[in-house]
């Protein structure tokens, strides 16, 4: 899934996040504050309140309540609009209760942030506006317009610096709250699909490796029992060209030994797991993940690091992780690369590093402390959008590369230029992927540990 895609379905969706349900029970909680408050306000504090007008006002709240309980299942989601009329009904509701009970000077008007924090994990960016501007409107309002509270000792009254200062923060409190809570769910949310994502490459990942381990396997474990009948077959064909009903026999024994070494070719179903594949040399691993982008017009070099060309290179396991987050770095490298993408690996007792530079623009300055993280879109100096124009996808397949090799215990560094040389220049963008030898490297060379039997692949 593209990452405009994913976006569009994040923009259409947002509202279905919550339940009717849910705003119902949230409902009922604030009724049952309310009306606890009305009466420890008129019964035990002794003020006088405005008790008929403020009972009608919670008893619309509580016919809202069960006209939505018994008009809708519990388990349906709420449209944009649903979901915009519940809230703003809160946010008036809440209003006209603070208009009975002494408006600004009622400490519970505090709560008239509860809505407007909702509206900003569930609603879009203009509905989530319309509730935080019809919020600050009304606490505006009631500094100004209320019926005030009145006490045994009289009219309770904040002092009006008090009271402009709690519109202050009220207000604060709306944009604040608003702005937190949307940034915090849209990240959330962000990396939930991101995630997902993830996932699903490290899937398909997972089958294409099962895959070729199937037709490794098959073609290592048939191939001599197949090689073996076509050979025995030919030479009794020649023995007994004298007996056609045998020669007819024979052949068709010959053919369908070829027919099943074509089946083995482009077989797909379920077989056993080449233990052979899962283990490989460093080249051998980054030639594979570099080999879908050889021939995009690019030029790819491969090379080992200068003091390790006499050194045995490390067996590393050959694990999805790894494939498709080197596949990833190098695909990101090809697509910004001038001319030339340049991949070289070194390694120490201790750990293996590869470098995967391009010659290339680089990494634009605006978004390279923040690479790695999903649908990273946004540009904010105009040269960067120059530097890469119409290229706006970069931010998920680096989440999803970057993510896969931390699985595998890997270390990213993201740069440009750097001691890489490409061509002659300092190199444009660069990345370098690290692991502790340890944690990658499989048994090998004298006291290797046998493979053992190949197992069938688990469903």
């Given amino acids: 899934m593209a990452v405009t895609e994913i976006e569009m379905f994040q923009d259409q969706e947002r509202s279905n996040w919550v339940r009717l349900r849910t705003l119902v029970i949230l409902r009922w909680f604030a009724i049952s504050g309310q009306i606890v408050a009305i009466w420890a306000g008129s019964q035990i504090i002794h003020l006088h309140i405005e008790v008929g007008l403020a009972v009608a006002t919670i008893g619309a709240s509580v016919i809202a309540n069960l006209f939505s309980t018994f008009l809708y299942p519990q388990n349906r989601r709420l449209s944009e609009s649903e979901a915009l009329l ?208 050889m021939n995009r017009g690019k030029t790819v070099v491969l090379s080992v690091a200068e003091e390790c060309v006499v050194k045995r290179q490390p067996v590393i396991s050959r694990s999805p992780e790894i494939l498709h987050g080197l596949r990833n770095l190098i695909q990101n490298a090809v697509d910004f690369a001038d001319s030339t993408v340049r991949i070289e690996f070194s390694w120490t007792d201790k750990a293996l590093m590869v470098r995967i530079a391009d010659d290339g623009p680089g990494f634009p300055p605006s978004v390279i402390g923040r690479i790695g993280e999903p649908f990273m879109r946004r540009r904010k100096q105009s040269e960067d959008r120059a530097a890469r124009p119409g290229y706006e996808g970069m931010g998920l397949g680096l989440f999803i590369a970057k993510t896969l090799l931390e699985r595998s215990g890997a270390k990213l560094d993201f740069s440009n230029g750097g001691s890489l040389v490409v061509n002659g220049g300092a190199g444009g963008a660069m990345v370098v992927v690290s692991w502790s030898l340890d944690k990658v490297e499989v048994d090998s060379g004298r006291f290797a540990v046998p493979l053992g039997e190949n197992q069938p692949i688990q469903p």
């Fill in 86 to 293: 519940m809230l703003m009904f809160d946010v008036l509701q809440l209003g006209l209760l603070l208009y009975l009970t002494g408006g600004l000077n009622n400490p519970f008007a505090l709560l008239i942030l509860a809505p407007v924090t909702i509206a900003a994990t569930v609603l879009h960016l203009r509905s989530t506006v319309l509730v935080g501007c019809v919020a600050i409107i009304i606490i505006s309002l009631l500094q100004l317009y209320h019926i005030p509270l009145i006490g045994t000792d009289g009219v309770l009254m904040l002092p009006a610096l008090f009271r402009f200062g709690f519109w202050i923060a009220l207000v604060i409190g709306v944009v604040f709250l608003g702005v937190y809570a949307r940034q915090v769910t849209t990240e959330m949310h962000n990396m939930s699909e991101a995630l997902l994502a993830t996932q699903m490459a490290l899937a398909r990942e997972q089958k294409l490796t099962d895959l070729g381990g199937v037709i490794a396997a098959a073609a290592h474990e048939l191939g001599t029992p197949l090689a073996t009948i076509k050979l025995v077959s030919s030479e009794l064909l020649t023995d007994q060209a004298d007996y056609p009903a045998l020669t007819e026999d024979l052949t068709l024994i010959r053919d369908q030994a070829d027919r099943c070494r074509d089946i083995l070719r482009s077989m797909g179903r379920a077989g056993k797991d080449d233990l052979h594949l899962r283990r490989a040399p460093v080249e051998a691993i980054l030639r594979e993940a570099a080999e879908p982008h």
